[in-house]
């Protein structure tokens, strides 16, 4: 996979996803690591487009913690 060739806000989103797998001391990354990072995205269009479909991202991100832990 080149990672050169993704966008800069996806090596952003995967760094990100990394780095919340390494501080739960997790040997790999999946998609609960990778959404944590796209919710907890603060400039990023995850956030916007679900509140356009009136999805609240905080339970999301309750549910999602709960189960990185």
């Given at each position: 996979m080149r990672?050169?060739?993704?966008?800069t806000k996806s090596q952003e989103a995967i760094q990100a996803a990394l780095q919340i797998a390494q501080e739960?001391?997790?040997?790999?990354v999946d998609?609960?690591?990778?959404?944590?990072?796209l919710l907890k995205d603060?400039?990023?269009?995850?956030v916007?487009?679900?509140?356009?479909v009136g999805i609240l991202p905080k339970p999301l991100?309750?549910?999602i913690d709960a189960e990185l832990r």
């Open positions: 990672f050169d060739k993704f966008t739960h001391d997790h040997q790999q998609a609960a690591h990778l959404s944590y990072a603060d400039e990023g269009l995850v916007p487009i679900l509140g356009q991100l309750i549910l």
